[in-house]
């Protein structure tokens, strides 16, 4: 079966066959209420061409897809950056370690910032 899992750089060389549901598990992070959750939602495209490669690494190989084409067609083209949907407290406490400087400056100069709001959550 794919999930997240299928999308690292492990290599199964005998997997010939991939199960792919079209859904993942994704950490939520809600800034208002500062709770993050584990939810269960559909993949972006990109995910699912990534699963999609497992099968037939090393030999000729199958997937199959257990969504419609027009499933397929609505997910988004690439997931949201994990920067964006996670808590901060962890990544400023990792600038201020490696002396990069204000969390606020080294996270809202990112390609993808995180809403001030949630930079001061995190801060």
Not at 50 to 77: D, F, I, K, N, P
Not at 83 to 111: D, H, N, R
Request: a negative charge; hydrophobic letters at 35%.
């Amino acid at each position: 079966m794919s999930t997240n899992i299928a999308e690292t750089s492990v290599t199964l060389d005998d997997c010939v066959f991939v199960v792919d549901s079209g859904r993942c598990k994704r950490l939520t992070y809600d800034p208002v209420t500062q709770i993050s959750s584990l939810a269960t939602e559909w993949a972006a495209k990109a995910n699912v061409k990534q699963r999609r490669g497992r099968a037939g690494r090393v030999r000729e190989g199958t997937c199959y897809r257990l969504y419609t084409q027009a499933q397929h067609e609505a997910m988004e083209a690439e997931q949201e950056p994990e920067m964006l949907i996670v808590p901060l407290e962890q990544i400023c406490l990792s600038t201020l370690a490696l002396g990069l400087g204000k969390c606020s400056e080294v996270l809202g100069s990112a390609l993808d910032a995180p809403p001030a709001q949630q930079i001061d959550a995190g801060v």
